[in-house]
């Protein structure tokens, strides 16, 4: 086997690092940024690193047809999936069954109910997740980890250990992991079918040690197992958390559009002291219990009246999933509700953002007082960390002690239960009155807790788990 | 210490085994059934035992004021509640709250969502708990073993510990135990209080080593555990599952009334096959799902039209519980869809009884062909023990893995995902094209399963337990 810091790397997503579009009638490819984008850029760029991932849009399968070269000479290759089963995959199976599943979101007396269809979908998706395995056996280099990343690819495993035992095979869940009681909620032969092919990476990994907790007490608790087994028998399993890239951040946070919009969000709300949150438009995200909360705290507290502004900014997400677009008529709803209770003619309680804008997002964690981050259940959320590193008012963190990032950050943040809307309120309401000095030292402290991990460290406890 | 088959037994619950009502302007006190008080029967009456429970109508409230005997001198004491206590403890925080969790039936999504009201709630419980350990230390005599029953009363260990540590407590669960994930939707200072309390009983019971790992988990990942606390501190951990009392059953199932009523049942379905389900109208039973496979079932084969009745014995409960009022009105909504589509002049597929008659459906566990058992997730669930000990037609039991009973019936059951509308159709097939000698088989040997444990057994193992 290679020295581990040459080893050879491929990694492995739904959606890789390199999208394109269709610009003068030409593809265009253009990379992507994030912190698993931003971490690899190293690797990628020194050619040690190579990237599989699915042709997502039509100008993506027409980059595939054309064979066009990606961006900077990078090493990505786009698999043009059948785009039944993509769809199927993708929609049916890993957002609204594994997704609402690890998540904890199906409402259970009424969903889900699975039928014929549910079954065929589950096939494309195994179909997908072979062409994905049957793609790193034909490219990957001898002796190659192979980093597979998140819920859409669970079912590579048998494939891979079969045809390529030289290959180091490790699986990152970014995602919560459930536990054996909501597994369960699985058909059987599905979740068998699971358990065995993640059972058969060499290593799988999740971002805090209780996700990884509850992935072992499925192998442990699962029917197929004999009592004695208390370790897994093949797979090693960790915990490590992804972080944002800082200097990415701090850079995207000075440029001069984000300081532009920085000084148009300080135009429309003056000194008024703001509460920010920014999420994707999506049920584990909590954020109607987050208005509640805030409707609540205004109505215990006259004296803020006037004097706070709290800025959402949540965007589009998976629009096409019913329960999705049902989320977002009930986030528009509690918007409009509370605007109305407590708005005045100069005074917007709620500024809602629906429209993706990364450089307005980052303005907005800049100039934050207090950041919400109050999700029911998170794999880990990168905003709780992203906005210590950039705001510029030592801004105090709310954090949900469900969110996968509280494992880290507890000893700096206020956390709340989800659920519990008196205390969010209070959280908050207390955030608002920390004297400067307590705001500055928690703020301070919680900025250096996230800034001693980088994407590097996370992809390195990977390659290390690799072996 | 006393020898343990002589130890004093103090039984606590909610409910009871005696209840009062007014006849001809007297209080007239009648004993209950079922599986816990049939197993209890020796030892109340031969007065080694006592039993203390709510007063939970005005009429038992009238005969605790009035200090009525309970009947054949029965050792029982009821305690009269504050109402207003007393209705907040067991609507809101036992069946709104500890029952939604323990079952994993919240739409988290948008329940729970807590407020003072709920704080407020969790109060009137802990109070409500209180008097109950108070009316032990009072009444307990000396070296008793205490066994304290289900959800309603986990806050009793800290004073009858600190009071009495001359007693044994074991507290046993009825319902499911929620795992970590579940458990944490239970605001962080009431669950951290409920495991404290749970923790300081001498041992903690339930119906199965899932449920009772569950709660293991529970306190190993607890956070004020330290990671190397495997082992619970305190209680010990047991699991032991209840069973019906076969002779009592059986003596109900021939009884002249329970002989008429099959006659009319008869009467009514002919010489049809016969699918039973008996539940009461509960969002944990999964009666919806269980329409919708025999929807399913009948679309797929129309050689079993007009030969097959399910005859769905679905009791009110909970009626003052919002989402259980909406609940019915969907079951009541799928039976009039499934009839509307399939029923003709002379056949009916499926008949609801939605009137509480325990004669009527012993009946009907003697007549099932194919006996439907498809909760969501239950602690144990009697009516799959029952229905195999009174048949008399070798009829199949098609069981719900996630039923506390699945754990000992699964070799002699069909097991279903409660979720999944497909697989609960086939097996409904399946079930009723069984060949004779196959049926035979399969029935005989799951009454030998059931009947390998009688409450007694139940009993035995609490006082085991307690030491």
Redesign the interface.
């Known amino acids: 086997m290679s020295d581990r810091t040459e080893r050879p790397v491929v990694i492995v997503s739904n959606r890789g690092p390199v999208s394109y579009r269709v610009e003068d009638g030409q593809l265009v490819g253009t990379r992507g940024a994030g912190g698993l984008v931003s971490g690899l850029a190293p690797l990628l760029d020194s050619g040690r690193a190579s990237w599989i991932a699915a042709a997502l849009s039509d100008a993506d399968r027409a980059a595939v047809a054309d064979r066009v070269s990606a961006p900077d000479g990078l090493a990505v290759r786009l698999l043009d999936l059948d785009p039944k089963d993509q769809a199927l995959a993708y929609d049916l199976i890993s957002n609204q069954t594994l997704w609402f599943i690890h998540h ?2 199906f ?4 969903s ?5 269809d ?2 065929e979908a589950w096939e494309a998706y195994r179909r997908v997740n072979q062409v994905f395995a049957q793609a790193v056996c034909e490219s990957a280099p001898v002796d190659a980890a192979v980093l597979i990343q998140d819920y859409h690819l669970t079912l590579m495993a048998p494939t891979l250990a079969s045809e390529r035992p030289d290959l180091s095979t490790v699986h990152f869940h970014h995602t ?1 992991f ?5 597994l ?5 032969a599905a979740r068998d079918e699971m358990l065995t092919s993640l059972n058969a990476y060499d290593a799988c990994g999740f971002h805090t040690q ?1 996700w990884a ?2 992935f072992e ?1 499925d192998l442990r ?1 699962w029917p197929h197992a004999t009592s004695e087994v208390v370790v897994p028998a093949k797979a090693k399993v960790f915990a490590s958390s992804l972080s944002t890239d800082a200097g990415d951040l701090r850079s995207t946070a000075g440029s001069e559009r984000c300081v532009e919009h920085l000084r148009s969000l300080e135009e429309q709300i003056a000194d008024s002291q703001l509460i920010v949150r920014i999420d994707r438009m999506e ?1 584990s995200k ?1 954020i ?2 987050g208005f ?1 909360a805030f409707d ?1 705290l205004l109505q215990q507290r006259s004296d803020l009246h006037g004097q706070v502004v709290f800025l959402a900014c949540c965007y589009p997400s998976r629009e096409n999933v019913p329960e999705y677009a049902r ?1 977002k008529e009930e986030v528009l709803a509690e918007v409009e509700r509370v605007n109305a209770r407590w708005g005045t003619a100069i005074w917007q309680p709620i500024l809602l953002e629906t429209n993706d804008n990364y450089l307005r997002s980052v303005a907005a964690l800049r100039r934050y007082d207090v950041l919400l981050v109050n999700p ?2 998170d794999g880990l959320n990168l905003v709780a960390k992203e906005g210590p590193l950039v705001n510029d008012r030592f801004g105090t963190l709310v954090l949900s ?2 969110a996968g990032a509280w494992a880290e950050l507890q000893s700096a943040a206020l ?1 709340i ?1 989800p ?5 969010t309120a209070e959280m908050m309401g207390l955030a608002l009155d920390l004297d400067p000095s307590d705001r500055k030292t928690r703020a301070t402290y919680l900025a250096g807790l996230v800034a001693e991990r980088t994407p590097l460290d996370w992809l390195e406890d990977q390659l290390a788990a690799a072996g």
């Open positions: 904890g979101l409402d259970l007396t009424r889900p109910s699975y039928t014929a549910w079954l919560p459930a536990g054996p009681d909501m369960r909620v699985l058909p059987a209780d907790e509850n007490q608790r049920l909590n109607v219990r509640q609540l989320y029911i259940r002690t469900e956390g239960n659920f519990d809307v008196e205390q």
